[in-house]
């Protein structure tokens, strides 16, 4: 009997080591960024771009004082935002893009607070991301109501058990595609977040195009260009941004 459960033990230790690096390999192997985005990532005149620990992108002709927090969707390149990042930034924001630990923001989600801390010379901030990113950071918002001025959801929404609509004074941008996966999901979060949210929902999106990078399951089936749907987010986006906190 002790032999068998000696062995049943180091069995289970065994698939427990191997799930773990398993999974350790998976979310090292995130969805590749496309070429696009790593374009996005060279300064040019009106956007310094310092990609180190976490992705900086500065406007170059003016000193900017509310700054952007962009969470990755999980799983992805945190790279396939840097096109939304920089043209946010050379509409006169900092905007930050750190990348997650195994490409996940739920391990990371209060990273925040060491960006914020770092840039005492920004007034406001705004912080936001793209499906699981977003979803994190609402958490932050939850957790940490007086740090930030507004939330951006792309294609994302808050957990179940997060309620938004009773912070004071919080801004929301709630922006999606008709042919998300999750687009129910999304439109049945209303209930936790502020009465006056902005809500955006693009005819034709989709999951996917909210950054550069493939398609994953459930993402949906876009009948707009992605080209198209990152000019529908970046407009949405900056108007969100120019007034909030105002």
């Excluded at 191997?18 to 040019?44: C, R, V």
Aim: charged share 20%; no cysteine.
């Amino acid at each position: 009997m002790k032999t068998w459960l000696k062995r049943i033990s180091v069995g289970i230790i065994i698939i427990f080591v191997l799930a773990t690096i398993g999974f350790i390999w998976w979310g090292n192997t995130p969805l590749k960024a496309m070429p696009e985005a790593l374009t996005a990532l060279e300064s040019d005149n009106d956007v310094l771009v310092i990609a180190k620990k976490r992705m900086v992108f500065s406007p170059i002709n003016t000193s900017a004082k509310m700054g952007i927090i962009i969470y990755p969707g999980g799983h992805v390149d945190p790279r396939a935002y840097a096109p939304l990042a920089k043209e946010i930034a050379r509409n006169g924001y900092l905007v930050i893009l750190p990348p997650m630990p195994l490409n996940l923001a739920v391990f990371d989600m209060n990273v925040a607070n060491e960006i914020i801390e770092a840039k005492p010379e920004i007034e406001r901030w705004i912080i936001g991301g793209h499906s699981l990113g977003g979803a994190m950071a609402a958490e932050y918002v939850a957790a940490h109501p007086s740090k930030v001025n507004g939330l951006f959801l792309w294609a994302s929404y808050s957990a179940e058990s997060t309620d938004l609509s009773t912070i004071p004074i919080l801004e929301v941008l709630s922006i999606y595609g008709t042919e998300d996966g999750g687009v129910e999901e999304i439109r049945v979060s209303g209930d936790r977040l502020p009465k006056d949210t902005v809500w955006v929902e693009m005819e034709g999106a989709n999951h996917a195009q909210f950054g550069w990078y493939g398609i994953q399951p459930g993402d949906g089936i876009a009948t707009i260009s992605r080209e198209e749907e990152q000019v529908l987010i970046l407009k949405e986006t900056l108007a969100f941004i120019e007034t909030t906190g105002k």
